[in-house]
């Protein structure tokens, strides 16, 4: 038999199951001396810290700089004195004791990241949710071991945290499954850092798999086999050498260009979440950064980021690029996206809300200090600055008087900064791309972003399982618009990029060039294989496979 999830690293694995029962008992008991609490707190927070301190220790040797990114974040929640000091306070006042302390607190912050739809700001549910169980597991001893598993394991959870995945040896484990999780779900980022093809969010793995079972993880097409027939089996062990050959394929094309056979130049370029990352994508082949998202400053805090952190964290992406484009995002929180501290009222229908720029614009304080920042930066690389959520004209005439406002403070500060800074929108809201035409006077350059302009015109909620079927992003509704912007970019001589995921998804990849884009951004490790498709690919061609998508 098999199951389906979601495809969440390429690849194919066959090897023998090992299931991981990761239920978490989490006493409650009354206790006499809270001093001695809290030195069991702290005993278990130093012995947290130095696993985590190997981990990322055991990442860098290995060149995982993802997964040593995550175990850095890891530290950072250890120390963080917000979150201890809850914990403490909660011990001392509240007479909880130190495992139930820790996992009630937690659960406060978990709640509030979870209900964001912002897929890279949720992970930072997972992340916490990760920290408080490697805490309470030291005071309790029930520490999970995984660094000894067997060869050929295909390891099977519920979930798995990234704790758990950057202790695995990739020469041993030859695939993972899970329960839960989605394409950019803490397991899938890891899985394909470590190239161990994965399947996630199945659903029922655990409760259909048993240890010992022989399986096959495609995780290229999100299909798990069980118990595999000899021809079954036979025609995987086939395609898992034809697999090997293409890798080795795509690791040459790194540094290839990426040309088109008759000639066309195609952009590719990453979409980053921390300065830390531009490392990533520049091994990738990156020919600049095409989405700089910037919430992570503004996350795991109890008050907004200052100017100067801003700017050091801007400043880092822009001279680790080395003079290649970084387009900077502004703060797309509020609504769906909230942070505590921000005082964000609940709203009905958050997708529609008070969000991104219309929260910028509203709290212009926000909105002003994080363009000066850019601004500042923009004198040590080459930056972009692009606004979210543009709906109208009105909003990016509105953002630009506070982006002039921040430039003409800082020329009488004597504050170097580049003056012709490239202004741009992202394209993710359906009037924007009927509206184009009216909007590219106004702008240096579009950014479509498919995630959210298949949401709003196709009306799905796309963290919604029930109609998780009905959000397509080739769907001819949406391409007509993307192919829209991209005529207006043409005939404006405004460059036209994409920075949705639909962007990285080589299957889509000559529809899109059939479309005329000319510049991709994506996950870094997407690029080889999005670039062997536009080396391989014709204009005449792809505008044919274009045209005729937009019918289907």
Not at 21 to 26: A, E, H, S, V
Not at 76 to 101: H, Y
Not at 466 to 477: E, M, Q, S
Request: proline share 4%.
């Amino acid at each position: 038999m098999n199951i389906k999830g979601i495809p969440g690293a390429p690849g194919i694995g066959i090897g023998t199951a090992s299931v991981l029962n990761k239920d978490l008992n989490i006493p409650r008991f009354a206790f006499k001396n809270a001093e001695e609490e809290l030195n069991r707190l702290s005993d278990a927070l130093e012995e947290s810290k130095k696993q985590v301190t190997l981990l990322k220790e055991r990442a860098l040797k290995n060149s995982h700089k993802d997964v040593a990114d995550i175990m850095e974040a890891h530290l950072m929640m250890l120390d963080d004195p917000e979150f201890l000091g809850k914990v403490k306070q909660s011990i001392q006042e509240e007479k909880l004791n130190a495992e139930f302390a820790v996992w009630s607190v937690a659960q406060e912050y978990i709640e509030t990241f979870e209900k964001m739809t912002d897929e890279y700001i949720k992970a930072r549910a997972a992340d916490l949710k990760d920290v408080a169980e490697r805490i309470i597991r030291n005071l309790t001893g029930t520490l999970v071991d995984l660094s000894d598993l067997p060869e050929g394991t295909i390891l099977v959870a519920r979930d798995l945290a990234p704790s758990d995945t950057a202790q695995i040896d990739r020469d041993h484990v030859v695939g993972l499954v899970t329960d839960e999780g989605g394409p950019t779900s803490h397991v899938a980022i890891m899985a394909r850092s470590f190239q161990i093809p994965a399947v996630v969010g199945t659903k029922t793995a655990t409760q259909n798999i048993k240890n010992g079972d022989k399986l096959v993880v495609d995780g290229s097409e999100g299909i798990v086999e069980i118990s595999p027939e000899k021809h079954v089996l036979e025609a995987y062990e086939k395609k898992l050498s034809g697999w090997k050959h293409e890798q080795e394929e795509l690791s040459e094309l790194i540094t290839v260009p990426a040309i088109t056979k008759d000639g066309t130049k195609v952009k590719l370029e990453a979409n980053i979440g921390r300065p830390e990352d531009v490392e990533t994508a520049l091994k990738f082949g990156a020919e600049g950064v095409g989405l700089f998202r910037t919430e992570f400053l503004f996350m795991d805090r109890s008050s907004l980021p200052t100017e100067d952190e801003q700017f050091e964290a801007y400043r880092k992406a822009l001279e680790g690029m080395k003079g290649k484009t970084v387009t900077i995002r502004t703060l797309d929180v509020g609504g769906d996206k909230d942070l505590p501290y921000l005082g964000l009222e609940r709203e009905n229908n958050p997708f529609l809300g008070w969000r991104a720029i219309r929260y910028c614009l509203d709290r212009k304080d926000v909105f002003k200090t994080q363009l000066r920042a850019i601004l500042r930066a923009s004198a040590y690389g080459n930056a972009a600055i692009m606004f979210p959520m543009i709906s109208s004209v009105e909003e990016v005439i509105e953002a630009k008087k506070v982006l002039k406002e921040a430039q003409e403070e800082l020329k009488k500060e004597n504050v170097p900064f580049d003056e012709h800074i490239s202004v741009g929108i992202m394209v993710e809201i359906p009037s924007a791309a009927v509206a184009a035409d009216l909007l590219a006077p106004e702008v240096d350059f579009f950014s479509i972003g498919t995630n959210d302009l298949t949401q709003y015109t196709l009306a799905v909620d796309r963290d919604n399982q029930k109609v998780r079927d009905y959000y397509n992003p080739l769907h001819p509704g949406v391409l007509r618009l993307i192919k829209r912007v991209i005529e207006v970019g043409e005939s404006t001589g405004k460059e036209v990029a994409m920075c949705g995921e639909l962007a990285g998804d080589d299957k889509a990849t000559e529809i899109l060039l059939g479309l005329g884009l000319r510049v991709f951004s994506m996950t870094s490790s997407s690029i080889p294989r999005v670039k062997k498709v536009v080396i391989s690919s014709q204009k005449e061609q792809s505008q044919k496979v274009a045209k005729e998508a937009a019918r289907l």
